[in-house]
């Protein structure tokens, strides 16, 4: 059984804590399980489900990228599937 | 709680008393090297600026040497000089004496005819400076005066989901206790500085906060160039970190919860005492070396990948989740803290387990690092050399 780390319910992506192959079934902590669609490297993130090119990425419950291609549910998400988008400093001010 | 170290005559307490030997540039950092190396309690670092810069690049040569002088872990400075300078020996040496009250001599070698007559009376005055520091006695001082640098450096993703929230509880203990801590590497705010900017104890520190972000990428567009395409780094990658958003919101996690009282430029000292940050960038040397500049008496640095660097005036005591980096490179690393990914170490206790490591090097255990004798700096630079 592998594992991986969802950090906050917002999520689409959890942590694998260990290598997963395709067609392991990924025991989420905290909360579910997902059937790897590709081989992942431990330590790099899993799609908990379909995310489409456009989609924000959110971990921590925080935006870290937006897709640049579909991704599968159980699929890789890594540098080579998703992107930083500059920030809005000025909206940020209070 | 409290800790043996030494107190210096401006309040402040080391928790090392070296003698510092001290280039003024790139040309006196060999001769430095020497002597340090024929005296026992003296250490010496390598600096590569302090000639041929342009007005904002020598400002930040001369913050991070005055501050290395002056940071508490210093008992007195021996200048290594050569003469043709920006700023030459005797003048760094009247700086530092107008900011501190502990023994700094110089030597030119230009002046002095060459490096090895420099070097016999740079050694004489650092044996005898060196000497006089094994008469202070330690004394007990309250964790107060401790000002905890806190950094990272090869990060992966074990480092936001577990190090450096066990560093951040570190941190808000620290601050409970009355003690000081500085988060710097701003470059590793963006996307999440708005999370960050919201333990600002002011609306003007919270947008200080957002303006260094702001800065920062606009000061590099300036020069035609994108942070994004150097952070995250490819070992960053590798360990799965894929945007700077994401190394962000796992690095701005080792500063704690605590209310936000000071935002400090590179390289100053602060005047508050908590939890404080400061501007520099994400290059992990870099960023210990204003750290250093600014006063910190400690570091603490979480790693993912692994890392063997140390600080000569600074203790630095790395730590890991990563399992797999501890025992692969545990000559290098001092606290394994992968029992929170296995699930056998709650983010409090490995809180306090960092407390007691921290308390541990403040009363004199040597980090790794610090017992191999490594010396690592890196002045963060405006332009190009001129």
């Known amino acids: ?94 | 709680m409290n800790f043996w170290g030494y107190k210096r005559a401006d309040g402040r307490a080391g928790i090392r008393n070296h003698v510092l030997i001290l280039p003024t540039c790139a040309c006196g950092s060999e001769t430095a090297r020497i002597v340090a190396s024929q005296v026992r309690g003296a250490v010496n670092i390598i600096f590569n600026t302090g000639c041929s810069d342009v007005q904002a690049n020598t400002d930040m040569s001369q913050k991070i040497l005055t501050g290395f002088a002056c940071n508490p872990n210093v008992f007195g400075v021996v200048i290594i000089g050569l003469g043709c300078e920006t700023v030459p020996h005797a003048k760094l040496r009247d700086k530092i004496k107008s900011m501190t009250s502990k023994p700094v001599v110089s030597f030119g070698i230009q002046e002095e005819g060459g490096t090895l007559k420099t070097i016999e009376k740079a050694v004489r005055a650092a044996r005898d400076l060196a000497a006089e520091a094994g008469l202070q006695q330690k004394e007990l001082c309250d964790i107060s005066e401790l000002l905890l640098g806190i950094e990272c450096g090869g990060s992966d993703a074990t480092s936001g989901i577990a190090s450096n929230p066990a560093v951040g509880e570190l941190s808000d203990k620290l601050v409970d206790l009355g003690a000081s801590t500085l988060m710097s590497e701003s470059i590793e705010w963006i996307g999440g500085e708005h999370v960050l900017a919201k333990r600002a104890a002011t609306p003007e520190l919270h947008n200080k906060i957002i303006r260094i972000c702001a800065d920062y990428e606009a000061h590099l567009k300036a020069a035609g160039q994108d942070c994004r395409a150097g952070q995250p780094t490819p070992g960053n990658k590798f360990g799965g970190l894929s945007t700077i958003d994401e190394k962000s919101l796992g690095c701005i996690r080792k500063g704690g919860t605590r209310p936000i009282v000071e935002v400090l430029e590179q390289a100053t000292r602060p005047t508050r005492r908590g939890a404080i940050v400061m501007d520099t960038a994400g290059y992990d040397i870099s960023s210990i070396t204003s750290m250093v500049a600014a006063g910190c008496n400690a570091i603490i640095f979480t790693t993912g990948r692994g890392t063997p660097t140390g600080n000569a005036i600074v203790p630095v005591l790395k730590v890991t989740a990563n399992a797999q980096t501890y025992s692969w490179m545990e000559d290098n690393i001092d606290v394994d803290l992968s029992g929170i990914i296995a699930g056998e170490l709650t983010i409090a206790d490995a809180g306090d387990l960092l407390l007691k490591k921290i308390h541990d090097v403040c009363n004199g255990r040597l980090t790794k690092a610090e017992a191999y004798g490594f010396s690592d700096i890196a002045v963060d630079h405006v332009c190009r050399f001129v």
């Open chain 1, 1 to 94: 059984m592998t594992n991986a780390i969802l950090l906050d319910k917002k999520d689409n992506v959890a942590t694998c804590t260990t290598a997963a192959t395709a067609g392991d079934a990924i025991k989420i902590l905290g909360g579910g399980e997902i059937i790897c669609r590709e081989d992942i490297p431990i330590w790099h993130k899993v799609a908990l489900k379909k995310i489409a090119k456009g989609d924000k990425i959110f971990k921590y419950g925080e935006i870290i990228g937006e897709a640049s291609s579909d991704i599968l549910a159980g699929g890789w998400v890594s540098h080579e599937n998703i992107f930083s988008v500059p920030r809005d400093y000025a909206s940020e001010m209070i």
